[in-house]
């Protein structure tokens, strides 16, 4: 007997699949698309067959609207000399009803723009999304994110990201994270959200973060580069990081991970982010053990020789565990 479960399962991620292919569709067509956009999508037809079928049956429909279009304005001569907008609006929404037609209603959202775009990536995965207006955003692992690029506004609703943001004091970029909002003024800034604590670290320029709601912007602050504000619990602070500090939390983006001083439980937990099995610290006593180390993202079997040969700990594999003790 079928699995009902399963069957929702894999129609989801079909759907999944086929709203994707739509965004890459959407990009190529009103973005300006780059050869880092190219190798992105290039890599993601690589990663399975059925990435392939969903955008090869996306672009037909696409071909068959625009040529429907073509055929609109030979047959209304006074529509030639019409505004380029209104050619790429009447374009753009023909296809995007042509399209959910094929991907279903909930795919809409992903051609009209009006709600916005999300962006993931896996455990261990990395993405650079450059905006129309020069703006860039660096996904870390495990990254869940929404943009509306009409209104400058990215939800963050797990992971971490760097923003790099063209600044516009008419309209200002704001991220929103675990309930608070995060406003450029002109900025550099890493954010990252482990849903029960919320971290922003102004690495340049300055930003304002404050509350999600308005009326509760009594913990609010203008931060300045090395300000590290830090929201869990419903507690609110602002420390300062030095210039090194903030280097070493962005070293993911050089597919490295740096620690100074950090205990082995960290280390570990820092890790696990990034990869599929996962370190476990059986024992308390060497969990607080200090070390300073400089790991690739992906570098399970580095950390297992370094406490296997260097700290003098036992390792053992238990399937997608990693067992470490005395």
């Known amino acids: 007997m079928t699995n009902p479960i399963s069957c929702e399962q894999d129609a989801e991620a079909a759907q999944n699949v086929r709203m994707r292919a739509a965004t890459w569709l959407q990009r190529s067509q009103f973005w300006n698309w780059s050869e880092a956009d190219q190798i992105e999508l290039d890599r993601w037809l690589a990663e399975s067959s059925s990435h392939q079928v969903a955008y090869i049956r996306i672009k037909a429909v696409w071909n068959r609207t625009e040529r429907l279009t073509a055929l609109r304005q030979s047959a209304n001569p006074s529509r030639k000399n019409g505004s380029r907008f209104g050619r790429t609006f009447f374009a753009r929404a023909i296809a995007a009803a042509a399209i959910a037609a094929l991907i279903g209603f909930t795919g809409i ?14 455990v261990g995965g990395r993405r650079t999304l450059a905006l129309p207006d020069g703006s860039k955003i660096e996904l870390n692992t495990s990254t869940v994110l929404r943009i509306n690029g009409d209104q400058r506004i990215a939800w963050l609703d797990r992971g971490e990201a760097y923003f790099q943001i063209k600044h516009d004091r008419a309209h200002p970029f704001v991220v929103i994270a675990s309930g608070r909002r995060v406003v450029d003024i002109g900025t ?8 029960n604590r919320l971290e922003v670290s102004l690495v340049e320029g300055r930003a304002r973060i404050e509350s999600e709601k ?30 090194t500090n903030l280097a070493n939390e962005l070293s993911w983006r050089r597919d490295l991970l740096v620690f100074d001083n950090a205990t082995l439980v960290d280390v570990a937990t820092e890790l696990n982010r990034y990869n599929q099995e996962k370190f476990i610290i059986a024992d308390p ?11 690739p993202t ?3 079997q580095a950390f297992k020789r370094v406490v296997r040969d260097f700290l003098g700990l036992r390792v053992e594999d238990r399937g997608q565990e990693i067992i470490v003790s005395r």
């Open 285 to 295: 006593n060497i969990a607080r053990r200090k070390i300073d180390a400089s790991i």
């Open 298 to 300: 992906h570098g399970v």
């Open 188 to 195: 550099k800034f890493l954010v990252r959200d482990d849903g």
């Open 109 to 122: 959202r992903y051609l009209t723009g009006t709600v916005g775009t999300t962006w993931t990536t896996s």
């Open 214 to 243: 308005v009326r509760a912007n009594t913990q609010a602050a203008i931060l300045t580069p090395g300000d590290v504000a830090i929201s869990a619990g419903g507690s609110f602070s602002v420390t300062k990081k030095s210039a």
